[in-house]
Every structure is written in structure tokens, then in C-alpha cells.
């Protein structure tokens, strides 16, 4: 079904999109997909009918061999060596094709901690190869737009380092702002607040009612959850964007999949690879106890309208910690009653 692209000699990739097996397992992968779908329906789609640059997803497609030669074949200095290999292959003229109306089924992560390392891992790779390729892409004869464009698809990330910013400076702007009416406060607060989460909802939503028509209704319960599963991100993408600009190497973290459909259970006892959160989901939960902080103040101070902003905050941290937590404890449980039950079968058996 996608193969015939390739009779057009310019085409170096085609893209299809992602689909999930597991979408209604947990709340969690709900989530996921909604946040994967505003990437494949809309990011994805506009750039390929825009002719601007997009990237090859690492799977669910196919690429000409000719082209990644041609592109300098595969490196292995970024963490994302597909977008790496996407913008040096479209930067030599090579044509991408995306096909949203085929989908390639794919696992999403079902716990907390693999879909965040999946995330830094991305964000981290997104990162390196903006600090790798840009310089050329902006050199380069292609028209400005697709200049413009190609900085704003490789810099997003950078917005985590500045979510932490603007999460450090809150309370001082709180307790700063203490004399100021709630009039003005509503002229100045009030619009940014209404600005940045139409944007957002509006661009998840569209991308889930163009996939699920009628039911799409459903996003609308999840949106918040969404918004507090960025927030959740921001400490180790922070750390990971970093990283990138500092140059420090990591080794490339695999996400842990399980082989579960929607109802299948994951037995995390027979799972040999997954990963540990160490410090991470402390640091979490303490950022969710500074943001309760916060909303005691604002109560006490009748800051009512930055409520609901700092709870989104509350949420997520403490979402993201717990969650962690639990399922590591969780899975320690099942992998000591396991190995139990085995240390007494050998025994028995001699």
C-alpha cells in the first residue's frame, strides 16, 4: 500500500501513521495517544501538504536505500537519528511522502516512567540535531518559510527549561503582585491564561474528532489530564535538553513494551529490561509539594482566579511521582513473590 510512491525517483521516505494497541489500557496511554495524535494528524499532515520538512518516525514507513546513502547514511551523534537523517536527506532534495490513511498499529508506554524516558529521549535527540543541522539549514537556499519552520520543529524543547523558570519565579510573582486588585489582575491574567489553553485545546481536539468523529468529545474529559502529563515532563526533559546543549552523552534508553492489547495484563516480573526512576519521581514530588505551597498562598491571598493554573501544576508533579513509585514497588512485589515461588519449586523438585 505504500510502496508505489516509490515509483516517483525523487521520493526518499514514506511516512505512515501510528496507531495504538493498547490506546484503552490505562488512563495514561488515553492520554499518549491524544498527545501522539495532534503530532500525526496535524503536525505531520500540514508540514507534508505545506511542502516543509518533517521526519521520519523511526518506524512505520519505508525508506529508499539510495536516499540514505546519498544522505550520508545513518550517525549516530543524536539520540533521534531518524529526524537527523530526515533533514539531511530533504536538505539534498530528497522528497517525503506522508500517508495518514495507513496505519501501522504500535504499543504505547503503560507506565509513567517509560513514557517519560521515551519523551527525553526524544527531546534530548530533537535537540541535538537542531544544534547539529541548524546551522547548515539556515545557510542553506531553501526558501525562508521552510527555514522558519525547520527551527521551530527542531526547538520546541526548550520550552521545558523555561516551564521550570517560570515555575521557580511564581511565588515571588505571587507575593509581589499581592497589592494588586482583581480587576487588573483579570484584564492581565486572565486573556494569556484564555490564549494559551485555547491554542493547546484546540489543537488536540481537532486532531482527535478528525480520527474519532462523534466520540470526540471524549478529549475533552482528557485535556486536563494532558496538560498535567506535560507538566509531569518537565524535570527530566529539562534535563535532557541540557544535556544536549552541553554536549554529555548518553547511552540511548529503550522504552519498555510489553506486548499488551487493550485488556491484556502486563506481568512486570518476566520483564527483564525495565528501568529504574532513581532520584526522579522525589524531585517530582517535591515540586508538586512547592506548587501546593503556592496554592495555599493564593487562598489565603484570594488569588483565586491562578487556582486552577497551579493545581494543573499540583497534578501533574504528584501524578507523575507517585505513579512512579508505586508502580516500581509494585513491580517489586511481583518479581520477589515470583522469584519466591520459584526458590521453593526448585526446592521441593530436589
Request: hydrophobic share 45%; aromatic share 16%; glycine share 8%.
Amino acid at each position: 500500500r505504500s510502496i508505489h510512491h516509490f515509483s516517483d525517483p525523487k521520493v526518499g521516505v514514506v511516512q505512515t501513521r501510528w496507531s495504538y494497541l493498547n490506546r484503552d489500557f490505562n488512563f495514561l496511554t488515553e492520554v499518549e495517544g491524544l498527545l501522539l495524535d495532534g503530532h500525526f494528524i496535524l503536525e505531520h499532515g500540514a508540514r507534508s501538504r505545506s511542502g516543509l520538512f518533517f521526519n521520519f518516525n523511526g518506524t512505520a514507513g519505508i525508506l529508499r536505500r539510495a536516499m540514505i546513502d546519498d544522505a550520508g547514511g545513518w550517525q549516530h551523534d543524536t539520540l533521534t537519528e531518524d529526524s537527523d537523517l530526515s533533514y539531511r536527506a530533504q536538505l539534498k532534495g530528497w522528497r517525503f511522502v506522508y500517508v495518514p490513511g495507513i496505519e501501522c498499529p504500535s504499543e504505547l508506554p503503560v507506565e509513567t516512567y517509560g513514557f517519560q524516558v521515551q519523551q527525553s529521549r526524544w527531546a534530548k535527540g530533537l535537540t541535538q540535531v537542531a544544534k547539529k543541522l541548524l546551522p547548515t539549514i539556515l545557510k542553506s537556499d531553501i526558501p525562508r518559510k521552510k527555514k522558519i519552520e525547520a527551527f521551530f520543529h527542531l526547538t520546541p524543547n526548550i520550552s521545558y527549561p523555561l516551564m521550570i523558570l517560570v515555575a521557580a519565579l511564581m511565588l515571588p510573582v505571587m507575593i509581589v503582585r499581592f497589592y494588586m486588585g482583581w480587576l487588573q489582575m483579570l484584564l492581565l491574567d486572565f486573556p494569556l491564561i484564555v490564549a494559551s489553553f485555547w491554542s493547546i485545546s484546540a489543537f488536540y481536539l481537532l486532531a482527535h474528532q478528525q480520527l474519532f468523529g462523534k466520540k470526540w468529545k471524549r478529549g475533552i474529559f482528557l485535556l486536563p489530564a494532558l496538560m498535567a502529563a506535560g507538566i509531569a515532563l518537565t524535570i527530566i526533559n529539562t534535563k535532557a535538553v541540557l544535556e544536549a546543549l552541553f554536549g554529555v552523552e548518553t547511552a540511548f534508553a529503550r522504552t519498555p513494551k510489553y506486548a499488551v492489547g487493550a485488556t491484556g495484563k502486563v506481568k512486570l516480573q518476566e520483564v527483564k529490561y525495565r528501568r529504574r526512576s532513581g532520584w526522579l519521581p522525589y524531585a517530582e514530588l517535591a515540586f508538586g509539594t512547592y506548587f501546593l505551597g503556592m496554592v495555599a498562598y493564593a487562598l489565603d491571598t484570594y488569588n483565586y482566579l491562578t487556582i486552577p493554573f497551579l493545581m494543573l501544576f499540583v497534578a501533574g508533579y504528584f501524578w507523575a511521582g507517585f505513579s512512579t513509585l508505586y508502580q516500581e514497588f509494585h513491580g517489586r512485589l511481583q518479581w520477589q513473590k515470583a522469584r519466591q515461588a520459584q526458590l521453593e519449586f526448585e526446592k521441593s523438585a530436589t
